[in-house]
């Protein structure tokens, strides 16, 4: 797994681990329909735990959305190596960029719980993005190697914009704009045409 978990599931008993489980479950879901700022009070409630339960296995807000994300990061890793089986360089690189965008905007308001943890290692979504930003590295190193991106570009940049793009994904049809156009400009900025060489499609 990419984050790390506050305990061990392994070391609890098994009334702990069917609330831990519990807690979890309705957590996946709240967060789907109420964003990443939804009330941890009420998923106690609606777990039938008290307060004071949820905070002994996930002391933060962060850790419970670690926790919840790892589903998702078992989606992410494997289009990761989808992504790296791809011959063209520039073409895995856009591959990966867009599993990452998906994966970041898994939730409302999931953008800025990383851009935190990229500020403050002390969170635990930290560990999340130092591998990220690691694995976009390799992507980025593969493309640069190949002549297929520029050497100026850091992968910290190319995560960010990873970043963004998942932060204005369900903002853009409010200004007239989509997510694909968006993309293309993260991926190409304002160069026309735009090259023949793209990524790929933007979908």
């Known amino acids: 797994m990419i984050t790390n978990a506050p305990e061990e599931k392994g070391s609890l008993r098994a009334d702990a681990r ?16 109420h964003g990443v700022n939804t009330s941890l009070d009420e998923i106690a409630r609606e777990a039938k735990v ?5 905070y002994r296995h996930f002391p933060t807000r962060e850790h419970l959305l670690c926790e919840v994300l790892h589903e998702r990061q078992e989606e992410l890793l494997s289009r990761r190596d989808e992504a790296s089986a791809q011959p063209c360089a520039q073409t895995a690189l856009r591959a990966w960029m867009i599993a990452l965008k998906d994966y970041l905007n898994a939730f409302n308001g999931l953008p800025q719980p990383f ?16 591998t990220l930003v690691s694995i976009t590295a390799e ?15 850091s992968a910290p940049a190319l995560f960010l914009s990873a970043v963004g793009s998942a932060f204005v994904h369900d903002k853009a049809g409010k200004y007239g704009a989509t997510p694909e156009q968006i993309e293309e400009i993260l991926a190409f900025g304002r160069q026309w045409p735009v090259p023949d060489t793209a990524l790929l499609t933007m979908h």
Do not use: M, W, Y
């Not at 980025?140 to 520029?150: K, M, T």
């Open 18 to 33: 069917r609330n831990r489980d519990s807690i979890l479950k309705i957590a996946a879901r709240h967060f789907a329909a």
């Open 50 to 54: 008290g307060p004071g339960t949820l």
């Open 115 to 130: 851009i935190d943890a990229f500020e403050a290692q002390a969170s635990p979504l930290a560990v999340t993005c130092s």
């Open 139 to 153: 992507f980025l190193s593969r493309a640069q190697a190949e002549g297929a991106a520029r050497q100026s570009v």
